[in-house]
Nanobody, 121 residues
């Protein structure tokens, strides 16, 4: 049973930064690609960023490219999302996901409960 627990969300002013963490209870963490998705009220869930199991390749949506950075620490079974230059339109519940293949079109079979990020204008 894979469990993912997000943390680090909160309220931040526009232009500020937050760092989200995703702690994973996965036996061999490095075999799983990780990703972050988000869902704003009234909108569909969307891919934000992804990273391969070894961490060598990353993927970003156009809306966050250059502002957000995904990373992982396989020794600590943790993935991160560093969010800089936050905008009010980044306000959403952010979800961590794990799957066997990476990228925005991959199927992620394991999900966390989500953490709220609110950017105040």
């Amino acid at each position: 049973q894979v469990q993912l627990v997000e943390s680090g969300g909160g309220l931040v002013p526009a232009g500020g930064s937050l760092r989200l963490s995703c702690a994973a209870s996965i036996r061999i963490f490095s075999t799983f690609a990780m990703a972050w998705f988000r869902q704003a009220p009234g909108r569909e869930r969307e891919f934000v960023a992804g990273i391969t199991g070894g961490g060598s390749t990353t993927y970003y949506s156009d809306s966050v490219k250059g502002r957000f950075a995904i990373s992982r620490d396989n020794a600590k079974n943790t993935a991160f999302l560093q969010m800089n230059s936050l905008k009010p339109e980044d306000t959403a519940v952010y979800y961590c996901a794990a799957g066997l293949l990476p990228g925005p079109r991959a199927t992620y079979s394991n999900w966390g409960q989500g953490t709220q990020v609110t950017v105040d204008s």
